[in-house]
């Protein structure tokens, strides 16, 4: 009996108390629209007409002449002629552009521009000529730099090898020729001392006298062994100077490249450096000489430096005095 009392009076207490939450929730939602019911004025600031409202613009108007916007004075009085473009007459008539006024005429000398199609086709054929003789002879180009640089002990049969080919030997000594001439006609050019104008004509004169120049010393060294009995020390001399003259003329192809198509700066440090490489490539000539026939010959190196200023460097100074007398 006490229990279900208290079970009842449980029950009350939840209804009591749910009927209050109701109450006060029913009271704070009608609070919330009273408060939501009631109108403020507000102002409005565009008036309500039925013509639409003319809006001005807040910036000031500038009073400075705009040059873009404003139209030139020209064209107060054109007419547009109806024939001709008008894009064509809007720029002849507007005084900015100045498309309608007298043309600026600069007058200069005339110029002649003479291309070196010529000798870039010429060095192109010296070069596929070069690797032709490369991939043709292989063998030969490896001897002929084993000797040069001196790689090997058996030197002596390098040498044998080497003679033993004369096809090649006697091709590169024509690209020496080509090569060589090519290179003193472009000195001659840049310095200003050729003795003819025509540049082609020129390379002709050069190649020819280097092989002048070496066809008699060929000959004389030959007929000196001869007559002298020292057939074997010159032949020895006349191997090792065509050796390097070969290695010349392979050295000067790049340089022909260079000297051909630079100018400034770069020009002057080629030509240096070509120079600095043919006269250390002529000492190593003079020096390995004179160590080859000395082993077989007993000289005063007095007498071979006499050698070299007689039959080296005199003749060349001869020639050059020639061509100058010949050609002024």
Known sequence: MPVIFATQSACLLRIILLSFFVLTLTQLV???AAADSIVVPVADSLPVTDTPAIV??????????????????LYANWEIDPGKPLLVQVLRRHPYFGFGSQPVVIRTGLR??????ILFYGLIGLLIAFA??????????????????????KQKQVREQLMQTPVPSLLLNFFFVISGGLYIDILLQHFGSAPVDNFWLLFLYCALGLSIIYTIKFLGLKI?????NMKEGGDTYIFVVFIINKVIGIFLLPFLVLLS?????????????SWCGIGVLLIYRFLLTYASVRNQVRFNPFHFF????AFEIAPLLLIYKALLFFFQ
């Not at 002649?112 to 199609?117: A, L």
């Not at 292989?138 to 001196?150: E, G, Q, T, V």
């Open 112 to 117: 002649q521009f003479q291309g070196k199609e």
């Open 306 to 309: 006499l050698y070299l200023c």
């Open 30 to 32: 009608s609070g919330q």
């Open 224 to 228: 000196s062994g001869w007559l002298f």
């Open 56 to 73: 001005t613009d807040s910036l000031p108007i500038m009073q400075s002449v705009d040059s873009v916007s404003r139209i030139p004075w």
């Open 132 to 153: 032709f003789l490369r991939q043709a002879f292989p063998k030969y180009f490896n001897d002929l730099f084993r000797l040069f640089f001196r790689t090997t002990l």
């Open 261 to 273: 198509f630079l100018q400034g700066n770069v020009y002057t440090i080629a030509m240096v450096l």
